[in-house]
C-alpha cells in the first residue's frame, strides 16, 4: 500500500511540473465549458421579428405593440403569407415569425381557441430556442393582464422550428462536453502517462523492482480519476453558477453515473497503452477515439438523423451512453431506474477494456 | 560459489531473423565484478535483459542469485540492482525524490540502507533539491547508481554505465564499483564497449556478435596473447595503414588511435620494417615492440 500511494504521489508531481498537462487537465475543460457556455448562452438581443396578421384586430395589435416595445425584439415589416416569411428566413432578414390566426379577438373571446404560432430559424437552434421563449414571455403576461371576465380565454402559443425540427436544449452541451473532457483526460492523459514509462526507459526500471506491474498501472489511473473527479464537480458548479442551466435530477445520481463513466474511459486508456509503444501513437490514437465520441455520442449530431448501421457503431462508444444518461437526469430529471441500462452498458464495457487490458499486459518488455 | 550460472543462451528478434545470442555459457562468481566488453550489436543489453527477467530467452538457461529467470522472475526481482543503458530516472523529480521513490518501490526507505550508498549520494547531496533532468552526465550515473543500490540488491547489473560520461567521472565510477565490491562484498555485472576499462574487472567476456569470444581475467587474456605486437607512426598514416598490410611478414595491422599495431613473425625485424619504409618514402618512422591491450587481443580474437 505504502508502495501504491508512493507512485501515486509520484503521478501528481509529474502532473504538476509538467506545465502543459496541468494546462489540460485543470484549466481546458472549464474553459471549454465557459466558451461553449458563452456561445450557447449568448443573450440573444435584436431578434428581427416579422408579425403575418390577417385580421389587424385590438388584441393582436396590442400583442404587436409589446413585442415591438421589448427590449429584445426588432419589428420587421409585416409580411402577409408563410410563404413570403419563409422567403425572408432564407434571405436572412428576419430571425422570428410571430404568426396570428385570422379573427384574432373574435376567437379570443367567442370561441376562446385563438391561435398564435411562432415560426423560428432552426438552422441555429439555441438562438431560435430563446426568441422562441421571449416572445411566449411576452404573450404570457399579455394574457395574466386581460381582464377577469375574459377567464377561460385562451391563447394557444405553437411554436415550430423551420429548417430543424430536432429541437435542441441549451442544457445539452453540458453533458456533451463532460462526456469528451473526461474522454480526453481519463482514456488519453492516462494512456500517455503510461506509455511515457516506457518510452523514457523508466519502466525497464519499474519492471526489474518487485513492484508488480499491474499496481504501477492503476497507480497511474488514481491521479487522472481524482482530477476527473474535481472537473466534473467544477463544471457542474460553473454550469449551475454561472450559467444559471437548471438541473432537474439528482446531482447525487449523476455523479455517479459520471464516476462509473470515468472508470470506463480509465481502462480504455489503460487498454490503450497497452497496445502502444510510443506516446506520440496513443494521442494520436485517443484522438481518432476522441472524434467517434464527439460524432456518435448525440452531442453535436442528431443520433436520429443517421443511418442505422451507424446508429449501431455508435452503441460501442461509452461517451454515447454517458450523455444519454446525463442528459436524462440533467434534464428530464429521472431516477435511476430510467438509466439503469446506461449504467450497466458503461460497467460491462469498463470490465471489457480491463479484462482485454490483463489479457495483453506485459509483465515483462515484450 | 556462483551467482549467475548462464547455459547455451539464445535469443533472436524478428522471429528468428535476427541473432542477438548464439549460445552464451558464462558463470559470475559470488563478490566479482565482471565485465561484459563488446562493441555495440553485440548482444550485451540482450543479455542483461534476460538477466534481469524483462526479456524471455529463446532457449538455454539462466539463474540469478539461485533463482531461474523465467519461473522465478518474481524472486529475482526482488534481489537485483539494474541500472539500463540510458538515464532512466524521473527528470522531473529531484535527486532526493527520485531515491525516495526508488526507495519504496523496493519496499525499503533511505535510511535503512544508507550506509550503501552514502560514499556516492554524498557527492550529490549539495544538489538533492535539483531535479534529475537538470544534473550533469556524471552526476546522474551517481543518481542512478544510488537509486540502483537503495535496496542492497545481492547483485547489480550495469549496462554501459560510463558510455557518454566524461574521463574524470568514468574514473571516480570504477572506483566506487571496486569500494562496493570490497566493502559489500557485491557482485556486479558491467558492460562497456571501452576496452580500457576492461582492466577494472575481475574477470571479462570478450563478446561480439552473440558470442562470447573468450572469458577469462583481463591479465589471462593479455598473456594468452602470443604474437610480437609493434606499434608503428609515421608522417602519413592513412597510406602507412595499407603499405603495412601489404608488407611481407606482418600478419595483421590495424588503426589503434594516433599509431598502427601490427603483428608481425619472426622473419621481419626492426631494421627491416624501417629501411622498406624509407624506401617507401616515409619521414618520422617510430617503431616500438609494445605489451598488448585488451583491444589487441579482442582485435586478434575477432580474426
Redesign the interface.
Known sequence: M??FL??VH?EF??IF??FRSLLILLIVPQLMVIILGYIIKNDVEDVRVAVIDPSHDVYSTQITERLSANKYFILQDEVQTEAEALDLFRKGVIDLVVVFCPEFSNRLIHSKDATIQLLSDGSEPNQANISVAYAQQVINSFRQELPSYYSGMNIQVNSQMLFNPQQRSDVNFVPGIVGVIMLLICCMMTSVAIVRERE???M????????PPLTVVMAKLVPYMIISLFNICTILLLAIFMMHIPIAGSLWLYMLVAFIYILTALMMGLFLSTCVNTQLAAMLISLLMLLPGVYFSDMVFALDSMPAAIKSISNIIPAKWFIAASRKILIQGVDILYVYKEIIILIVQGLAFLLLSLKMFK???? | MNIISVRNLHKTYNKGKTQALKGVDFDVRQGEIFGLIGPDGAGKTTLF?IL?????PDSGTAQVDGYDVVKE??DI??H?G?M?G????????TVE?NL???A????TTIQENYHLVEDIYKQIEPFKHRRAGKLSGGMKQKLALS??LIHAPHVLFLDEPTTGVDPVSRKEFWEMLQKLKTNFHLSIVVSTPYMDEAMQCDRIALMQGGEFLTIDTPQGIINSYTDTLWTVRSDNMHRLLTDLRKTEGVKTAFAFGESHHITVDASLTFDALRQKLIDLGYQKIQIEEITPSIEDCFMHLQN
Open positions: 505504502k508502495q508512493s507512485f509520484k508531481i509529474h511540473r509538467d523514457t526507459g523508466t525497464e526500471i519499474l519492471l526489474a523492482s518487485p513492484l509483465t515483462r518488455l515484450e | 535483459r534481469t527477467t524483462l526479456l524471455l522472475y518474481k526481482r526482488r537485483i539494474y539500463p540510458r538515464f532512466s530516472l524521473y527528470q522531473d523529480m525524490e525516495a521513490f526508488f519504496t518501490v523496493f519496499n537509486c540502483a
